[in-house]
């Protein structure tokens, strides 16, 4: 089916014949009509799918393709493949690479790191590691177990052992990758040897981590005699049944954009309504929207500006030939510095201020803030500066993910957001998030936005309809739980369901307020407690209210409840784990060890759910 799909692509308007081919002629005319229609890149996704829908079906070693010319008889190798993902992005990569690996002879199995009994490392011969980071060098939650295991005493030898790690990080934080980097270590302490060697990949991570994919696959073939025909399309998403993903996004258009925020509030934070009519996008509550933003015009005038250049000389960004202006505005990052952008910049400039910067963590890290490429321009500036070397000295600029704020049993072909606007003022300088500044100032209705969805398997409500709920999302945190509550007043759900919620002020800023009361009246949710930390002279936190309540909150848990936290991963996460682990002890009665334990364990069962970010 692959070779056949292959050669219609390529050799189009060829059509399939009735007559010699294993179809019946409805099937034939049908599927010759649908080809007829496909862009290249959802003719990609389609024989993906097929060679994946192969690999799945029972009883088979690895794919029909797999078991057609050139297959030597050897018996198929085997490989598992391992996510720590808090957010999806890892848990699709690891599900199209092990779709690739089938589809070339390799018996893949793909698992999610919280499923998987660390005791199996020692009876597998390949393994790969497929991991993000988040917080001050953390595992995901889900990797949480098998990070603690392969650190520790009763980890086993792994000599026999051949394995990979591709790593998901930011290089804009200090900790970057240190997840992936911390199970390469293990691995290779263990005696393990590397397949290929780690990949740490950045925000714009499609083309290498599909890139390194293609290359263990080809190492692990010539380690293991695995033969078979390759698909058509990469490993740089997840099988999807939708057109349109990261790489392909939806036109979605604004529907409104309204300021959620009461009058005197010294925060701004947009709730935002775009139509997905047309895309055959779905979405479940715990589910990301993701969307390409583009920079201030006013910033990429001024650098241009700064740095003496043309705003319209050509230039190639990646595959994409525009001018230095469009690269600027839609395709480069310039209000976020990485160190790498800095490395590059201290060479480009000569500077002995920014090579000195580059040799100290702690120093890069404080000089970072605030400062973009306009402020590094200046600071050391670079003499006869090409256009097409400055976008080839930035990275790509990545895409903003947001949890999305409704439940698509009550919006049907729409998707809400809730988003909080960044402006602060550094270095004598007014400063503005690049998301969240384009969204708030420069969309109007009727315009368009690149988005695509990007499910997050690791937030989901509870399947048991009766199943006690806690939600503690401060600020726009909140966003998911409104999609939790739709959702669970669209299925009639009849389990308790309890917020907590925090902001600045309770008049100006206790978001969708009027929607919150309506379901406490309603029935819909059981108990609201708020949380606002500048009604007083002493600041109050969420975190102090789950103390305040603890006896209750401990209640609910023993009970059955999911327990489910959103917003800010620096402070406030770190922060109510804190505050959970203290009710666990003083109301459940546990010491510091029980209450870790406790907590680790519903997890474990998905109880106790994270977005953070």
């Known amino acids: 089916m692959l070779t056949m799909l292959t050669v219609f692509h390529e050799k189009c308007p060829m059509k399939i014949d009735p007559s010699n081919s294993p179809l019946s002629a409805d099937q034939a005319n049908g599927l010759n009509r649908l080809l007829e229609t496909l862009a290249p890149h959802q003719f990609d996704w389609l024989a993906g799918f097929i060679a994946g829908h192969q690999a799945a079906q029972p009883g088979a070693p690895g794919t029909a393709a797999a078991q057609g010319a050139g297959d030597t008889g050897q018996e198929h190798p085997s490989l598992t493949v391992l996510y720590g993902s808090q957010t999806g992005n890892c848990e699709g990569l690891a599900e199209a690479l092990g779709e690739q690996a089938n589809a070339h002879g390799i018996n893949a199995r793909v698992l999610d790191m919280a499923d998987y009994k660390p005791r199996q490392l020692k009876s597998e011969s390949y393994v790969v590691v497929v991991t993000s980071t988040h ?355 669209e299925r009639e759900a009849e389990g308790a369901n309890w917020l907590l919620f925090g902001d600045r002020n309770f008049h100006s800023d206790f978001l969708y307020q009027s929607e919150w009361l309506a379901w406490r009246r309603q029935g819909v949710v059981d108990r609201i407690d708020v949380a606002f930390s500048r009604d007083q002279g002493e600041k109050v936190y969420v975190q102090q209210r789950l103390r305040e309540n603890a006896e209750d909150v401990w209640r609910w848990l023993e009970r059955g409840a999911y327990l489910y936290v959103c917003g800010d991963a620096d402070r406030m996460a770190p922060d109510v784990h804190r505050a959970l682990l203290d009710v666990i002890i003083d109301a459940g009665g546990k010491n510091e060890e029980d209450a870790t334990d406790y907590l680790r364990e519903l997890t474990r069962q998905k109880r106790y759910q994270r977005d953070i970010y």
Request: charged share 25%.
């Open 135 to 489: 917080g001050e060098g953390e595992p995901p939650d889900n990797a949480l177990d098998l990070h603690e295991f392969i650190h520790g005493r009763k980890a086993p030898s792994l000599k026999h052992l051949q394995y990979g790690v591709l790593a998901l990080g930011d290089t804009s934080y200090e900790h970057y990758c240190q997840t992936g980097k911390d199970f390469d270590a293990a691995f290779a302490k263990l005696g393990a040897t590397a397949l290929v060697e780690r990949a740490d990949c950045d925000v714009d991570y499609d083309d290498e981590a599909e890139a390194w994919c293609k290359t263990l696959i080809e190492r692990l073939q010539n380690e293991a005699g695995a033969s078979g025909m390759p698909t058509a399309g990469g490993v740089s998403a997840a099988p999807t049944t939708e057109a349109y993903t990261r790489r392909y996004p939806f036109m979605a258009e604004v529907l409104d954009n309204q300021w959620l925020n009461g009058r005197g509030s010294s925060k701004e934070t947009r709730h935002i309504e775009l139509s997905l009519e047309g895309s055959g996008l779905s979405y479940q509550p715990g589910d990301s929207l993701g969307l390409y933003p583009q920079n201030d015009p006013a910033l990429v005038a001024a650098i241009i500006e700064r740095l003496g250049l043309d705003a319209d000389t050509p230039v190639t960004a990646g595959d994409i030939e525009t001018t230095l202006a469009g690269a600027l505005k839609h395709h480069r990052e310039i209000t976020l510095l990485t160190r790498p952008v800095v490395e590059k910049w201290a060479a480009l400039s000569g500077s002995a201020q920014l090579t000195e910067l580059t040799t100290d963590n702690a120093k890069l890290t404080e000089w970072l803030y605030g400062r973009d490429l306009l402020d590094l321009a200046e600071d050391a500036p670079v003499t006869g500066l090409d256009a097409q070397t400055l976008i080839e000295t930035l990275r790509k600029l990545p895409p903003r993910l947001y949890s999305i704020a409704s439940s698509q049993s009550a919006v049907d072909d729409e998707v809400h957001l809730t988003v909080a606007a960044v402006r602060y003022e550094t270095e004598g300088r007014k400063r503005e998030g690049v998301a969240s500044s384009w969204l708030a100032d420069r969309l109007a209705d009727d315009t368009t936005v690149p988005a695509y969805i990007e499910a997050n398997k690791h937030f989901r409500l509870p399947e048991d309809d009766a199943a006690p709920v806690i939600m503690i999302g401060p600020g726009t945190g909140i966003a998911p739980f409104r999609a939790f509550m739709q959702e669970r007043e």
